[in-house]
């Protein structure tokens, strides 16, 4: 008998505990989510972080003048622009298991991706960009080192990004779309010897019309016989590395 009655008050004190809990948990989600219901609540709280955009380190209004300072002739819209395309084409090339999506880009980009898609086929996953939409890019940083000139510009985006293997989604989400935000390298090779590396000889860097050595990129036009040289400052510019950033 004793037992019994031990037993009923273990069990309403069982039933007891599992009603304030599933108290606090309504007063918990009502509090946090505006509704009783915690699973919907969570779902709640996906939806307002896949709504949500990353914000980003902005310093374009401190670093764009001193990048004009350097270059006069360089095109902040028409560079953040190409940034964006760039961007847009290396996620999508991913997405495509194609290395010829991506149009821009230096020999160092383009081998990059070519790492990651060969990688991605080795461990037999693919990894998928949908619906991929830039809400704002800025100039990150600015900084010179190794005959080189950086201009770092830093994208926010959201998409539909997962990752698959033969049947199912391992990683990620169809249903909730996906806030990041990446880094693009934009880079001025103003080492003489650099360019010639980096372009592969693609570009001759002489003067047009007298033949002269142009051992200063940024100079506006030859220093033996004053010839323009725009179209050479033109093609140092080019997008060699894109990285997530967390």
């Known amino acids: 008998m004793i037992f019994l009655i031990l037993l009923l008050i273990v069990i309403l004190a069982v039933f007891c505990g599992i009603l304030y809990v599933r108290h606090k948990a309504k007063e918990f989600s009502r509090t946090i989510f505006g509704t009783e219901d915690l699973s919907d609540g969570i779902r709640q709280m996906k939806r307002e972080y896949a709504s949500t955009p990353k914000s980003v380190s902005g310093m374009t209004n401190l670093l764009l003048p001193k990048i004009v300072s350097d270059f006069p002739d360089f ?32 020999t160092e980009l383009k081998q990059q991706l070519e790492n990651h898609i060969q990688m991605l086929s080795i461990k037999g996953l693919w990894e998928h960009f949908d619906q991929i939409k830039i809400h704002r890019t800025e100039i990150h940083q600015y900084k010179k080192a190794d005959g080189r000139c950086i201009i770092t510009f830093q994208s926010a985006l959201e998409c539909f990004h997962y990752i698959t293997d033969t049947s199912s989604v391992i990683e990620g989400s169809k249903e909730y779309k996906y806030q990041t935000k990446y880094n693009t390298d934009l880079i001025y090779i103003q080492d003489r010897n650099l360019l010639e590396n980096e372009l592969d000889h693609a570009l001759g860097i002489n003067c047009p019309n007298c033949g002269a050595p142009l051992s200063s990129l940024g100079a506006k036009k030859c220093e033996y016989c004053g010839t323009p040289v725009i179209e050479i400052n033109i093609h140092a510019w080019s997008f060699s590395d894109i990285k997530e950033m967390n």
């Open 75 to 106: 095109e902040y819209d028409e560079m953040k622009e190409r940034a964006e395309n760039t961007l847009t084409q290396y996620l999508r090339a991913v997405t495509q298991k194609n290395t010829a999506v991506l149009t821009d880009g230096n």
